[in-house]
């Protein structure tokens, strides 16, 4: 049985329409079976799938003609004199399909579901070929209400924090735990057993690295960039010195930007801007650095708890907008701030003292809201807690 993951409730509003959907996310965060979900519940069955890392199915595309393929979809019982779904799943592996789709879509009734690993490619493949032609939606790993539904817990979280007994505290913050060490990767999640998880977010930085940096980054050093993403796990929540970086790896600077351009857009990490109001002499050039996954993070480089629940927090953020951070030269902070309104700060144990800042500081710079993310239970106003975002 698949489990209901939230991306599916936003994707089901488009299913009728023309344009291709495209997924894009990490490795092993579910699209293959975002794909077999949607692939199911359709009710026509003039419908085809294809897995395109099986080199027998990219063989499909490699023609000119184009009636070719046609010819060859038509062969595995597509009908082309009615709406047709062809859903294609990694479709990384093919350069020229975006032209394919985008004569399909303009010459015949059908309608496509594709997912793809990387955004480094796909956004260079589709956005000119198929503008106007796709609805574009990213999947990352679980959110915490996501692992809930995959652990069976029917949990109601209240969305207010005065609602928020100690007990409850204490029930869901056990399996916020959980979330924080192992992260949200769904076949993560569905292990039983400790070690079973552990293995398996090996197995899937291994995967990554196999697939994403050597079989399509074709980097002269593939071993650079796997010191570099150590390095990067490293830093988390940290503020990126290019200079000392380069020196440390050994490589130039534009070398180094290149290889972070090319692990954000495959997913592995996500790079934060700060936010400037124009009105000062900030901090303005220096990135942070988060992971695509607490879990995965902590299993590669054993992080701190402060950091593992400041990229936890994150990973709750990315999905509700834009993220910027925010620091002053003297030290003051603000650790997320989102759609340039509401400002986030994370605290394993706030004090009073650390709401006042953040009131004055978010006030100063005209933000709407603020909000002190507490790791611990605690009686101060004015918090929430990491698995309420």
Sequence with gaps: M?????IFDVIEQHTESPEAIVVTGMRRTGKTTLLQYFYQRLGSKNKLFLDLENPLNRKIFDEDNYDRIKNSFEAQGVSFTKKSYIFLDEIQFMPNLPSIIKFFIDHYNVKFFLTGSASFYMKNLFTES???RKYLFELYPLTFK?????????????EETSKLTKATFDLIS????????????????????????KITLEDIFTSFFQLEIIQLGDFKRNEVIRDLMLLLMQRIGSK????????????????????????????????????????????????????????????????????????????SLRGIGKLHYYQRKRGL???????????YEVKLFP??????KLQNLATDIGLRNHYIVSKNYCDLQNITYGFML
């Design 2 to 6: 698949i489990k209901h993951r939230e």
């Design 130 to 132: 198929l503008a106007g």
């Design 146 to 158: 996501e692992f809930l539904t995959f652990k069976n817990r029917q949990l109601k979280i209240p």
């Design 174 to 197: 056990t399996l916020y735990d959980e979330y924080m060490l192992y992260g949200g990767f769904p076949g993560v999640v569905l292990k039983s057993s400790i070690e079973e998880k």
């Design 240 to 315: 990126l010195d290019i200079s000392k970086l380069s020196k440390e790896l050994g490589i130039s600077r534009p070398t180094l930007a290149g290889y972070i351009s090319f692990l954000e857009a495959t997913y592995f990490i996500k790079t934060l801007k700060p936010f400037s109001t124009g009105k000062d002499t900030e901090i303005r050039k220096a990135s942070k650095v988060y992971v695509c996954d607490c879990g995965l993070a902590n299993q590669i480089t054993r992080l701190d708890q402060g950091h593992l629940f400041e990229n936890c927090v994150f990973q």
């Design 333 to 343: 902070e603000i650790d997320f701030i989102v759609n340039k309104e509401d400002a």
């Design 351 to 356: 004090y009073e003292s650390d709401i006042r």
